[in-house]
């Protein structure tokens, strides 16, 4: 289900890990922080400076309400590092209103249980 969200919120579901759904206030933030705010423990290989890709998210829905892909982001997607749909949750900015997105396979944690 994708619902409507306020304007001023932002909403980040994330579909492997049983829907968690993040609510917040804060618009106009990078993807991870508000993943981390909220207590989730999500790779960040190179301290969130956009240098690797183990951040990556895959958008299933609203990738319209994030910034488009940043320096960083164009470059691993010219080196195919990241595909059509991925985005660096360290560089991939929430302006405002809902995404839904999935860990990739590569980057999950062996100590999380993730859902399907
Ligand atoms: S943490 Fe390395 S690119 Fe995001």
């Not at 804060?26 to 956009?50: S, T, Y």
Request: hydrophobic share 40%.
């Amino acid at each position: 289900m994708f619902t409507k969200v306020n304007e001023q919120m932002s909403r980040i579901v994330i579909q492997n890990l049983f829907n968690r759904t993040i609510n917040s206030d804060v618009v106009d933030c990078k993807v991870i922080e508000l993943i981390h705010e909220n207590g989730i423990d999500w790779m960040h290989a190179c301290g969130k400076k956009g240098r690797c890709t183990t951040c990556k998210i895959i958008v299933v829905k609203g990738a319209e309400n994030l910034f488009p892909l940043n320096e960083s982001e164009l470059n691993f997607a010219t080196q195919g590092r990241l595909q059509p749909g991925e985005r660096l949750a360290c560089q991939a900015i929430l302006h405002s209103g809902e995404i839904q997105v999935k860990v990739a396979e590569i980057n999950k944690f062996p100590h999380i249980q993730y859902s399907e």
